[in-house]
T-cell receptor, first 117, second 108 residues
Framework: DTEVTQTPKHLVMGMTNKKSLKCEQH?????MYWYKQKAKKPPELMFV???????INESVPSRFSPECPNSSLLNLHLHALQPEDSALYLC????????????????FGPGTRLTVL | GIQVEQSPPDLILQEGANSTLRCNFS?????LQWFHQNPWGQLINLFY???GTKQNGRLSATTVATERYSLLYISSSQTTDSGVYFC??????????FGKGTTLSVSS
């Protein structure tokens, strides 16, 4: 099984709302990632968790707050977002991440398409 | 950091045609992957290929690490091959860097 699942598929939120994106994998991977993808652009890395510890934060604003409750789950908590944060948010996992970079195949979930009004 | 360049940016094919997509990278890498992003946004892993040659059905890929390029070959293209093809690579301890992608449109 090489599946990464993400919920919800779509999310519309106002600038004052608090919401969470969820990601799950059952491949025994110990590295998990959040990426942000704007239309017609490549994915950009936001965060990397390695063995449930945050190992990379690519200077992401504090209105995005990641959480890794266990080795299978990754959350992204959203608060006070701006319209420019509207994007496709992708979760990925891999076997391990050496200091956050990852040297193994990354598998991606289907993404959450977020719209901030 | 590593620079990743893909060519061509856009490709339009008739069903049944063959194509070659190219990825150039600026430094030695530990990891190189090819992805297909379908119109719904799903990134599908095609190949993990930091060096050598691999084949999977109508798709094959070759990475010449010493010359810092990788090629993705699509044979007998089908309409379901349409979408964006990304090359992404990194060195140990660094983030995976994506190229800007090649947008492929296959018409019947």
């Amino acid at each position: 099984d090489t599946e990464v699942t993400q919920t919800p598929k779509h999310l519309v939120m106002g600038m004052t709302n608090k919401k969470s994106l969820k990601c799950e994998q059952h491949m025994g991977h110990r590295a998990m990632y959040w990426y942000k993808q704007k239309a017609k652009k490549p994915p950009e890395l936001m965060f990397v968790y390695s063995y449930e510890k945050l190992s990379i934060n690519e200077s992401v604003p504090s209105r995005f707050s990641p959480e890794c409750p266990n080795s299978s789950l990754l959350n992204l908590h959203l608060h006070a977002l701006q319209p420019e944060d509207s994007a496709l948010y992708l979760c990925a996992s891999s076997h391990h991440s050496r200091q956050g970079g990852g040297s193994d195949t990354q598998y991606f979930g289907p993404g959450t398409r977020l719209t901030v009004l | 950091g590593i620079q990743v360049e893909q060519s061509p940016p856009d490709l339009i094919l008739q069903e049944g045609a063959n194509s070659t997509l190219r990825c150039n990278f600026s430094d030695s890498v530990n990891n190189l992957q090819w992805f297909h992003q379908n119109p719904w946004g799903q990134l599908i892993n095609l190949f993990y290929i930091p060096s050598g040659t691999k084949q999977n059905g109508r798709l094959s890929a070759t990475t010449v690490a010493t010359e810092r390029y990788s090629l993705l070959y699509i044979s007998s293209s089908q309409t379901t091959d349409s979408g964006v093809y990304f090359c992404a690579c990194n060195q140990a301890g660094t983030a995976l860097i994506f190229g800007k992608g090649t947008t492929l449109s296959v018409s019947s």
